[in-house]
């Protein structure tokens, strides 16, 4: 990692907790894997496939999924899911940093918990079926302001705006959105 994003992850990391936030309910939580990689690399971001029925259909996400019965934590579960999704092996190849705060899903009110991991080997991503593209995108362009805008959407006979990225060429909105502005609170100490 750079000196340039070493002290940014830093500050992320000094507001993690490394307990469980919050209990673990399957069908009702679901952890998310936020992956700083190495250098320039800055974070890992998805996008969904498009599959009918997925409320996340052809979202740009974190790799995650709902929490397993199996699942010992939600770091364990964000590990899985990661190995899943883009075949990055968390528990061989990077340190768990903490957990952030959990988010609720708006779409179908999940407790989601996203587990914070900083990349220390050499990973290669190899997605599978539920993943139509993946990309690291660089912390300088999550901070920059000129970044942010409002994505609008219809839903049904209402018209909604919400804050948003633009990120090469995608659109991130929604629970993504929000993780990501809490990490850039967390590295610059203010809302950006």
């Excluded at 939580?29 to 936020?34: I, S």
């Excluded at 075949?87 to 952030?100: E, I, S, T």
């Excluded at 909604?160 to 609170?185: A, D, H, K, M």
Aim: hydrophobic share 40%; glycine share 8%.
């Amino acid at each position: 990692m750079t000196d340039e994003l070493e002290p940014r992850v830093a500050s992320v990391a000094e507001g993690l907790r490394k307990d469980e936030p919050i209990k673990r309910v399957e069908r009702e939580t679901a952890a998310v894997a936020v992956i700083f990689g190495p250098g320039e690399e800055g974070l890992l971001l998805i996008k969904r496939a498009d599959r009918q029925g997925d409320p996340w259909s052809g979202d740009i996400a974190f790799p995650g999924g709902r929490v397993e019965a199996e699942d010992t934590s939600f770091s364990a579960a964000a590990v899985r899911e990661a190995r899943e999704e883009v075949g990055v092996d968390l528990a061989a190849n990077a340190r768990f940093l903490g957990y952030m705060a959990p988010f609720q899903a708006r779409r179908r009110g999940i407790w989601v918990v996203p587990s914070v991991f900083l990349i220390t080997g050499a990973v290669a991503v190899e997605r599978n079926s539920e993943v139509s593209s993946y990309m690291w995108v660089p912390i300088r362009e999550i901070l920059a302001h000129e970044n942010r805008s409002t994505y609008s959407i219809e839903l049904g006979d209402d018209k909604r705006s919400f804050p948003s990225f633009n990120l090469q060429g995608y659109v991130v909105w929604g629970l993504t959105e929000r993780i990501l502005s809490s990490l850039v609170e967390s590295m610059t100490g203010r809302d950006e």
